[in-house]
T-cell receptor, first 113, second 112 residues
Framework: SAVISQKPSRDICQRGTSLTIQCQVD?????MFWYRQQPGQSLTLIAT?????????ESGFVIDKFPISRPNLTFSTLTVSNMSPEDSSIYLC??????????FGPGTRLTVL | EDKVVQSPLSLVVHEGDTVTLNCSYE??????LLWYKQEKKAPTFLFML????IEKKSGRLSSILDKKELFSILNITATQTGDSAIYLC????????????FGTGTRLTIIP
């Protein structure tokens, strides 16, 4: 399966600032996704990162808060903007390789003070 | 609204025991069900199921899907401390919508 890396692996940020998380894949993939996992909760899809066009956001998530870039088939970024403590979560990117098989990156643990 | 429910929420067993984890779902246009193991941050892919009654097996882990009763089980035999993790079930709906809907997970703890 593809090797997925994320940077940073963890960060502690101040309220009101923004953080950009990078996701790099070692092969070209069509589908890339960004998920959030709040403490004690399961994974929730934020958006699908589309190469060459705007991301497709799920209900409850907006581009102004979570802008996403997908400049090519191996890379994507997620920015968490104007952070508040409620944004403290693990952020995960995932890719789909074979049909119906999604694989996850190592995750970014974000703490907002 | 699509719904995925896992049970039990947590489970503590002794090493060597066999466990069965449950996942039930209510979705429109079901396509596939996936199981993941989450130890720290990243969920690790275990199985993908699309057809009823066909068991998928990997070592001590196995899983089966019942599309009539809308559930899946994940079995782990001869459990080891390394099996301690959160086990997540996710469901995908119709082609063209690649979204996974996740259950809340089962936290499994294996006592030596």
């Amino acid at each position: 399966s593809a090797v997925i890396s994320q940077k940073p692996s963890r960060d502690i940020c101040q309220r009101g600032t923004s953080l950009t998380i990078q996701c790099q894949v070692d092969s070209q993939v069509t589908m890339m996704f960004w998920y959030r996992q709040q403490p004690g909760q399961s994974l929730t899809l934020i958006a699908t990162a589309n190469q060459g066009s705007e991301a497709t956001y799920e209900s409850g998530f907006v581009i102004d808060k979570f802008p996403i870039s997908r400049p090519n088939l191996t890379f994507s970024t997620l920015t968490v903007s104007n952070m508040s403590p409620e944004d403290s979560s693990i952020y995960l990117c995932s890719v789909e390789e074979a049909v119906d098989e999604q694989f996850f990156g190592p995750g970014t643990r974000l703490t907002v003070l | 609204e699509d719904k995925v429910v896992q049970s039990p929420l947590s489970l503590v067993v002794h090493e060597g025991d066999t466990v069965t984890l449950n996942c039930s779902y209510e979705v429109t246009n079901f396509r596939s069900l996936l199981w993941y193991k989450q130890e720290k941050k990243a969920p690790t892919f275990l199985f993908m199921l699309t057809s009823s009654g066909i068991e998928k097996k990997s070592g001590r882990l196995s899983s089966i899907l019942d599309k009539k009763e809308l559930f899946s089980i994940l079995n782990i035999t001869a459990t080891q401390t390394g099996d301690s993790a959160i086990y997540l079930c996710a469901v995908r709906v119709q082609r063209g919508n690649e979204k996974l809907t996740f259950g809340t997970g089962t936290r499994l703890t294996i006592i030596p």
